[in-house]
C-alpha cells in the first residue's frame, strides 16, 4: 500500500520549466503557498486514460472549481517541460497548470514513484489526486496499488464530491448545427446567456446528417442534447432552461 500523506507537507523541489522559450525555475512554494491547489498526478503525458479522461474532465470542471475557492489545479507527470508544454496544447486545457517533474523528486516525495520499466516508461508516478491547503496535504485520493493503471478515485468528479458533496457538477452539452442557421445561433446564444459551456458540432466539418438522423431520428437543426438527453431545437431548449 502507499503512504497517504495527509497531513503533511508536500515536499519542497524545484520544477525545471520553460516558459515563453526560456528556462524558469519554479519552487513549490511559488504552486502552493497560501493557495488551495488541486493536484492530479498520472503516468505520462500523451497516453490514453490520461488524454482521453483524466486531464479533460479537471479541464471542464476549472470553472466549478474555482467558484468553489479551489486557486489552482495542477497536472503533474514525471515528464519534461517540452513534453507537458505540448500536451497542454494537444489538449486545449488551457484552464489547468502543466508541470514536468522531470526528475521525479516530488513524486519521490510523495512516496508515489514507481518502476514502470516493463514497459519502457522507466520511473513514473502512480495515479492519484489530492487536495493542497497552503502547502499542507488535506485529501487524497491515491489509486488501489493493483497492475495496470487503475483509474478509480483520482477523477475530477471524484473530487468535487470531497470539496462540496451537493455541488452539481457541469452539465455536457452538444449542439449540432450548420453555418448560417439562424435558429442555430438563437440556440447557442440562450446557452451563452445561461453560462452554460458547450460543444459545437457542425454539419459536413464535423457529421452529417445521416449521422443526425441515426442519433436524434431528425435531420433538422439546431439538436441539443444535455448529459446523454436529446432536448431538441431552439424553442425546446428555450422551455428547458425555463424548467430548471
Not at 497516453?47 to 470553472?63: E, F, I, K, L, W
Not at 472549481?65 to 503533474?76: H, Q, R, Y
Not at 496544447?89 to 484552464?95: E, F, M, R, S
Not at 446567456?193 to 431528425?218: K, P
Request: hydrophobic share 40%; with cysteine; glycine share 8%.
Amino acid at each position: 500500500m502507499f503512504e497517504n500523506k495527509e497531513g503533511q507537507r508536500i515536499p519542497n523541489v524545484t520544477f525545471r520549466t520553460r516558459q515563453n522559450n526560456a528556462w524558469v525555475d519554479v519552487q513549490s512554494a511559488d504552486l502552493f503557498a497560501g493557495k488551495t491547489v488541486i493536484v492530479f498526478s498520472l503516468p505520462g503525458a500523451f497516453t490514453p486514460t490520461c488524454s482521453s479522461t483524466h486531464v479533460p474532465r479537471y479541464n471542464q470542471m476549472a470553472d466549478t472549481f474555482k467558484k468553489l475557492g479551489v486557486d489552482e489545479i495542477i497536472c503533474m507527470s514525471v515528464n519534461d517541460t517540452f513534453v507537458m508544454n505540448e500536451w497542454k496544447v494537444d489538449q486545449k486545457a488551457d484552464k489547468i497548470t502543466f508541470i514536468p517533474d522531470g526528475n521525479g523528486d516530488f513524486t519521490d516525495g510523495m512516496g508515489l514513484l514507481v518502476d514502470k520499466q516493463d514497459i519502457g516508461f522507466g520511473k513514473r508516478s502512480w495515479r492519484y489526486s489530492m487536495l493542497v491547503k497552503d502547502g499542507v496535504v488535506e485529501k487524497m485520493f491515491i489509486e488501489p496499488n493493483k497492475p495496470g493503471d487503475p483509474f478509480e478515485v483520482s477523477d475530477a468528479d471524484t473530487m468535487l464530491a470531497y470539496i462540496a458533496p451537493n455541488e452539481q457538477a457541469p452539465l455536457d452539452v452538444t449542439v449540432f448545427t450548420r453555418q448560417g442557421c439562424p435558429f442555430c445561433a438563437r440556440a447557442k446564444g440562450m446557452l451563452h446567456d445561461a453560462q452554460i459551456d458547450f460543444d459545437e458540432m457542425e454539419l459536413n466539418r464535423d457529421y452529417t446528417n445521416r449521422s443526425l438522423r441515426a442519433i436524434a431520428g431528425v435531420d433538422m437543426v439546431p439538436q441539443v442534447f444535455i448529459n446523454g438527453e436529446l432536448i431538441g431545437g431552439s424553442d425546446k431548449l428555450e422551455a428547458w432552461l425555463k424548467a430548471r
